[in-house]
């Protein structure tokens, strides 16, 4: 019943920007984060940054200074600001929402991913 759906993809040139944004629908209660995970050819999905229902962010030290995530949450829609754009930033990306469903247990909810391809 939940569902997330990332848009905001697409291809740049390096130094260029992108704005992604995470749109939720769904029975959304006792929402804990919202975060941006990518993966890229090869790797390992890893998380890019996250953002808590009290407004606290972290980010991945590769990203630091170039990207800001920034949530609504009456809305349930999460945003990742990219500027700066390296070819090592080339990945899918991914929305990601963590809910807590019992007092001690945590679900998480995925969206499709949307391609960022940063190519001269």
């Known amino acids: 019943q939940v569902q997330l759906v990332e848009s905001g993809g697409g291809l740049v040139q390096p130094g260029g920007s992108l704005r992604l944004s995470c749109t939720t629908s769904?029975?959304?209660?006792?929402?804990?984060?919202m975060a941006w995970y990518r993966q890229a050819p090869g790797k390992q999905r890893e998380l890019v940054a996250d953002?808590?229902?009290?407004?606290?962010?972290n980010y991945a030290d590769s990203v630091k200074g170039r990207f800001t995530i920034s949530r609504d949450n009456a809305k349930n829609t999460v945003d990742l600001q990219m500027n700066s754009l390296k070819p090592e930033d080339t990945a899918l990306y991914y929305c990601?929402?963590?809910?807590?469903?019992?007092?001690?247990?945590?679900?998480?909810?995925w969206g499709q991913g949307t391609q960022v391809t940063v190519s001269s």
């Open positions: 769904g029975s959304i209660f006792n929402l804990c984060s």
């Open positions: 990601n929402i963590r809910i807590r469903r019992r007092l001690t247990t945590l679900t998480d909810y």
């Open positions: 953002i808590t229902i009290g407004g606290s962010t």
